[in-house]
């Protein structure tokens, strides 16, 4: 079975503060997807990224920042420099495999806040 | 602009009462889902569409059903077997299996 699991329920940052978001997956597939989405109070969810499990490479963009490490099988998400429009739920999701399953896994969601 | 459309964005209804969510995009993508979001917690899949006239039931299909005679559409009916409907509804669509998820911009339904 998948699990995603986002052990922070809530963050409180003053602005302009670094901030890291962690994510901790289990899968037993060898290749898989993982994902971050931000959740504005408005309630839609908007893509940050997509990760295959073969690329392993730091992402940057931006501010935004993302460490993926098999090893720990995380993939943990940072803000540089936060701002108060950072203010959201961010969620990590991995994309179900197996048996024809679609869809995806979602954690639990940080809920980022950010202080001015 | 392409997007999913979900309506209406607030939802009230009775208890007892089926109730059906709509969910419209006009990305052209393959295939729908459907995703309950309940305070604080992360969201579950209730159905899912990889192509017209066929679904599969996600982790949590108890108490819903849907349909897909379009590729563009994709309607939830919350019925009255679901206990506990009120919650945050989003739809998702995706174009195939190596592309991201688009979603809409959810609609709550509150059961009363």
């Known amino acids: 079975a998948q699990k995603v699991t986002q052990a922070q329920t809530e963050i409180s940052v003053v602005e302009k503060e670094d901030v890291t978001l962690d994510c901790v997956y289990e899968?037993?597939?060898?290749?898989?997807?993982l994902f971050w989405y931000k959740q504005p109070p408005s309630g839609e969810l908007v893509f940050l990224i997509r990760?295959?499990?073969?690329?392993?490479q730091n992402e940057i963009s931006g501010r935004y920042s993302w460490n993926f490490q098999k090893s720990t099988s995380s993939f943990n998400f940072t803000i540089t420099a936060s701002q108060v429009v950072d203010s959201a739920v961010y969620f990590c999701?991995?994309?179900?495999?197996?048996?024809?399953?679609?869809?995806?896994?979602f954690g639990k969601g940080t809920h980022l806040i950010i202080q001015p | 602009d392409g997007g999913i459309t979900q309506s209406p964005k607030y939802l009230f209804r009775k208890e007892g009462q089926n109730v059906t969510l709509s969910c419209e995009q006009n990305?052209?993508?393959?295939?729908m889902y459907w995703y309950r979001q309940d305070p604080g917690q992360g969201l579950r899949l209730i159905y899912y569409?990889?192509?017209?006239?066929?679904?599969q039931k996600g982790d949590i299909a108890e108490g819903y059903s849907v349909s897909r005679e379009k590729k563009e559409s994709f309607p939830l009916t919350v019925t009255s077997a679901q206990k506990n409907p009120t919650a945050f509804y989003l739809c998702?669509?995706?174009?195939?299996?190596?592309?991201?998820?688009?979603f809409g911009s959810g609609t709550r339904l509150t059961v009363v």
């Open positions: 899968t037993r597939d060898t290749t898989y997807y």
């Open positions: 990305l052209n993508h393959d295939a």
């Open positions: 998702a669509s995706k174009m195939g299996p190596f592309y991201g998820y688009t």
């Open positions: 990760r295959n499990s073969f690329d392993e």
């Open positions: 999701a991995l994309r179900k495999t197996g048996g024809g399953a679609d869809g995806l896994t």
């Open positions: 569409s990889q192509i017209v006239n066929d679904f």
